[in-house]
């Protein structure tokens, strides 16, 4: 079965320095990998994904996470974090396939100090 | 472009009432998809639709039912409302790996 582990349900960064989310999954097959962001009281914005092919894998926002097959990972990172930036992240996998269910992990809350 | 629509944005229910809760999506995808979403658990999956006339359980079936009515529209019912359904809804559809969500139903169940 599919699951997801995202390490530190709150983390905190000052304005400027880098933004690391981890996220380790599980799957039994190669697995498609996402991030969400959602902001207060909004819905699931897509951030970025890795289906095939680059394993470094840009964003919207100046994100990116690299597919590191070898250690189940598929961590978030940002080189300078802006105050923007501030809202809740998920990492999801899905084995694809006509289903293409997404399962999720518990979520990061990232908070950016000045 | 609307994307994935719910209805309503924003319900109280009291114990034991029953409601449906709407969604629809314009983009032609065969696959939709009821979350929930409570703190510190992340979204978890209610129920989904393959293609249109097949509906499955996901995580957490208990206490509801879908209908996929269309190809465009699936909706999540709550028989008899309970406290523990109190919670953020989220519909979702995709076409390929990447599913597009609603922007979630808030029901408080009291």
């Known amino acids: 079965a599919q699951s997801v582990t995202q390490l530190g349900s709150h983390v905190s960064v000052s304005e400027g320095a880098l933004v690391l989310l981890r996220c380790n999954y599980s799957?039994?097959?190669?697995?498609?990998l996402f991030w969400y962001v959602q902001y207060p009281n909004q819905g699931l914005q897509l951030l970025l994904k890795?289906?095939?092919?680059?394993?470094l894998v840009k964003g919207i926002n100046g994100f990116e996470a690299e597919f590191k097959k070898s250690e189940t990972s598929f961590h978030l990172t940002k080189p300078s974090a802006h105050m923007s930036d501030a809202a809740e992240y998920f990492c999801?996998?899905?084995?694809?396939?006509?289903?293409?269910?997404?399962?999720f992990g518990t979520g990061t809350l990232l908070a950016v100090q000045p | 472009n609307a994307g994935v629509t719910q209805t309503p944005k924003f319900q109280v229910l009291k114990t034991g009432q029953s409601m449906t809760l709407q969604c629809a999506q314009d983009?032609?995808?065969?696959?939709m998809y009821w979350y929930r979403q409570d703190p510190g658990m992340g979204l978890r999956l209610i129920y989904y639709?393959?293609?249109?006339?097949?509906?499955d359980k996901g995580e957490v079936p208990n206490g509801y039912n879908v209908s996929r009515l269309n190809k465009r529209e699936f909706s999540l019912r709550l028989e008899s409302a309970a406290p523990s359904q109190t919670s953020v809804y989220f519909c979702?559809?995709?076409?390929?790996?990447?599913?597009?969500f609603g922007q979630g139903t808030r029901l408080t169940v009291v």
């Open positions: 639709s393959a293609s249109e006339g097949t509906t």
């Open positions: 979702a559809s995709s076409q390929g790996p990447e599913a597009f």
């Open positions: 890795y289906t095939t092919g680059a394993t």
């Open positions: 983009m032609n995808h065969n696959s």
């Open positions: 799957s039994s097959v190669p697995p498609y």
């Open positions: 999801a996998v899905s084995e694809g396939g006509a289903t293409n269910k997404l399962i």
